[in-house]
């Protein structure tokens, strides 16, 4: 049985994109391992945040998490700000981190692109509190999308750099990235990735969207004018994009798609498609509706954090212990 951590940050609600490129592969992945999923709300003030929102973001993404079929007695489902050795298990990461590798870092280059003035401090450092998320759990493997791959090499870097220097402490993860459905990309610019923060609203499907206002973004997505329903995604993005959010919501392939639309023309492959996200979202968001403002919900998140605590804290006495912090304190005669 491996070990498998993953941290989703409470910035929106999360997408189809989300969906598809992680969570449903969550939910086989908890049958056989042993699984803790985050929700990495220190990770979100990295930028500023309304506080109320955040609130409900946070609690709202525990349900769909729920909702969605991870389930609390298989997996270990928390808030990372209730479990306090990650903060502390960053700051001493942070320690044994170099400037210039946290700068090379891509998010905080595309961040700071303005001036690093205008940019939190924690933009820059935050990579290793991710990296103490990972570790804290003895991890072997963190599936994540291709943009986090970086900071995950990071993260085993510095795994590597804590044992050499102290002691043999932490589990150096290994970095799955899902082959199909791994990348959504957005439905107005299908050369970027879908994004819950995507100021266009038109350019992401929220997992909680009504069945009309799904059907309209998916009418709307850019995609090109010649109406041949083809998998291009050098010349043909938004088609293609689409292809694989129908394939993924409805299980067929996408070479069984290009057949059935060959002379269907659009209109009627962004409507099937639309409707191929709608039969998946509508039992997750009734599920949805029921946890939400539900003390089941609270009781789940309190166990989670209880579980997580008690692991983390045997890792983090260990790396405490490892660098010198603190006290031995000598037995009693």
């Known amino acids: 049985m491996q070990t498998i951590f993953s941290g989703i940050q409470p910035s929106g609600t999360l997408t189809i994109g989300n969906f598809l490129g992680a969570i449903q592969h969550f939910v086989g992945l908890q049958e056989e391992n042993n699984c803790y999923f985050c929700i990495v709300d220190e990770h979100a003030i990295t930028v500023p945040q309304d506080r109320l929102k955040l609130r409900n973001n946070i609690r709202s993404l525990a349900a769909l998490y729920i909702a969605s079929g991870i389930d609390p007695e298989k997996s270990t489902l928390f808030i990372q700000s209730e479990v306090p050795a990650h903060t502390q298990l960053g700051w001493m990461l942070q320690s044994i981190s170099y400037i210039g590798e946290l700068e090379r870092m891509t998010q905080f280059k595309d961040k ?25 759990y003895k991890t072997d493997v963190v599936p994540v999308g291709e943009d986090q791959k970086q900071h995950l090499e990071l993260t085993r870097n510095l795994a590597e750099r804590f044992n050499n220097k102290f002691n043999d402490i932490f589990t150096v993860p290994e970095v799955s990235i899902p082959k199909v459905g791994a990348r959504i990309m957005s439905l107005q610019d299908p050369t970027k990735k879908m994004s819950k923060s995507d100021e266009n609203e038109k350019a992401f499907i929220s997992m909680l969207d009504e069945p009309k206002r799904i059907e309209k973004k998916i009418k709307s997505a850019v995609t090109d004018s010649d109406g041949i329903v083809k998998f291009d995604k050098e010349n043909k993005p938004g088609i293609s994009n689409l292809l694989t959010i129908h394939a993924s919501c409805s299980g067929k392939s996408i070479e069984t798609l290009e057949a059935t639309y060959a002379d269907k023309g659009y209109g009627a492959f962004k409507m099937d498609t639309a409707q191929a996200v709608i039969d998946v979202l509508k039992p997750i968001q009734d599920r949805y509706h029921e946890l939400i403002n539900s003390e089941v919900l609270d009781d789940i998140l309190d166990a989670g954090a209880n579980k997580a605590s008690y692991d983390a804290n045997k890792t983090l006495r260990k790396a405490k212990k490892a660098m010198g912090l603190g006290r031995v304190k000598k037995k009693r005669k």
Request: no cysteine; aromatic share 4%.
């Open 112 to 136: 700071s692109k303005g001036g690093k003035e205008a940019v939190s401090s924690a933009l820059l450092t935050y990579p290793p509190l991710m990296a103490s998320d990972i570790l804290l």
